[in-house]
């Protein structure tokens, strides 16, 4: 998926509630994403809320990013703080941009995040955050996307009942096991009727 540009910026911002135990996954991420011949440096969007021209001359030089998982209100407010959710809009049309992720980092590509408050509490606030909770996700699918489904992850007894809630409330979903991915294209992003 990658050209010959390897630099990947990892957005680690799910985790900003993690105290000091952040820095450690945080390089793990790094470690693991060298494995596969990336480079990787994290963006930190906390570093960019409310200045957006920055943040999009810093991704500039990137390939792409690696969303990991977390707590996807947190990621969708570092987004909307930092004009993120705004820049990747202009950035997924380039056939040359790559976004990864799991977890929290693909569930904001969702057109809501109702229903994933069962797994993630959304009123968590770390510094630098505002308490107001943002229900919409990025939009980029039709459909709602329930990771851990199945697997052998703490979090997998609750992405049940998000699943039901989703059937429950006639939200067009996937349900993803660990492992399982959603390779596309923006032009051809697989979408639901």
Known sequence: MFGENKKIAVIANAIDNNGEERSKKVQKEIDDLKTLGLQPVEVDLRNYFGKKDDLKKAIEE????????????????AYSYSGFDELLKEKLP?????????????????????????????????????PHIIWEGLGFVNYAIEPHYRSNHPESSDIEK????????????????DGEVIISNVEKLPNMQ
Request: some cysteine; glycine content about 8%; aromatic content about 14%.
């Open 62 to 77: 990137f390939a792409g990013v690696w969303v990991r998982g977390g707590n996807t209100f947190i990621l969708t407010r």
């Open 94 to 130: 380039d056939k040359n941009f790559v976004y990864a992720g799991y977890s929290a980092g693909i569930c904001v590509l969702s057109p809501t995040l109702k229903g994933l408050d069962i797994v993630d509490d959304p009123h968590i606030i770390p510094k630098k955050y505002k």
């Open 162 to 177: 998000e699943v039901q809630y989703c059937i429950d409330n006639k939200i067009l979903f996937i349900a993803l096991r």
